[in-house]
T-cell receptor
Framework: EAQVTQNPRYLITVTGKKLTVTCSQN?????MSWYRQDPGLGLRQIYY???????DKGDVPEGYKVSRKEKRNFPLILESPSPNQTSLYFC???????????FGPGTRLTVL | AQSVAQPEDQVNVAEGNPLTVKCTYS??????LFWYVQYPNRGLQFLLK??????LVKGSYGFEAEFNKSQTSFHLKKPSALVSDSALYFC?????????????FGAGTTVTVRA
């Protein structure tokens, strides 16, 4: 089944404790992206990747890192999480630059 | 900079009535426009897109949208709403005139269809 998977689905952590949210797609898509969803703000793009080893900042990249060592994986790294990063995070992929995107189920992150 | 506005936070309609969800955009070049829907506690699902060609775009679940370049709008429509259409709807745009590949979403419109 074609899909985008994210892990974990739910995470509660404390300020400053490094964490990684994994994202994987099995559709051989070139374009992958991370978004955060906050009430009243919609989805805001954090980082995106056009292909392996090619990443670029979205609109809200501060406090986040990404890597794209393999085509299928695009992890989101929070080196030192802060409470303002409490949010619902979505990973998405598309065959190429922003075309129809397939979204993962979301990761609800709470930073205490 | 590219941007998207969804001027209505909420839209309420009766089942069987027409449904319209508004979206306006701002880009420097040509727009690539998308509509996505998010059902409660679910991820986002693609509804339809406009890249080029016919201004009237038909998509999933009976939805359609009309691209209007002069009004910089891409309103989502459904002739006869169903209770199951109740969800959160997002409009998104990519500016084809930019060298990056960012995608910008609107704040979302919550649609409630009452029986």
């Amino acid at each position: 089944e074609a899909q985008v998977t994210q892990n974990p689905r739910y995470l509660i952590t404390v300020t400053g404790k490094k964490l990684t949210v994994t994202c994987s797609q099995n559709m051989n898509h070139e374009y992958m992206s991370w978004y955060r969803q906050d009430p009243g703000l919609g989805l805001r793009q954090i980082y995106y990747s056009m292909n392996v080893e090619v990443t670029d900042k979205g609109d809200v990249p501060e406090g986040y890192k990404v890597s794209r060592k393999e085509k299928r994986n695009f992890p989101l790294i929070l080196e030192s999480p802060s409470p303002n990063q409490t949010s619902l995070y979505f990973c998405a992929s598309s065959l190429r630059a922003p075309d129809t995107q397939y979204f993962g189920p979301g990761t609800r992150l709470t930073v205490l | 900079a590219q941007s998207v506005a969804q001027p209505e936070d909420q839209v309420n309609v009766a089942e069987g009535n027409p449904l319209t969800v508004k979206c306006t955009y701002s880009v420097s070049g040509n727009p690539y426009l998308f509509w996505y829907v998010q059902y409660p506690n679910r991820g986002l699902q693609f509804l339809l897109k406009y890249i080029t060609g016919d201004n009237l775009v038909k998509g999933s679940y009976g939805f359609e949208a009309e691209f209007n370049k002069s009004q910089t709008s891409f309103h989502l429509k459904k002739p006869s709403a169903l209770v199951s259409d109740s969800a959160l709807y997002f409009c998104a745009v990519r500016d084809a005139g930019r060298s990056d590949y960012k995608l910008s979403f609107g704040a979302g419109t919550t649609v409630t269809v009452r029986a």
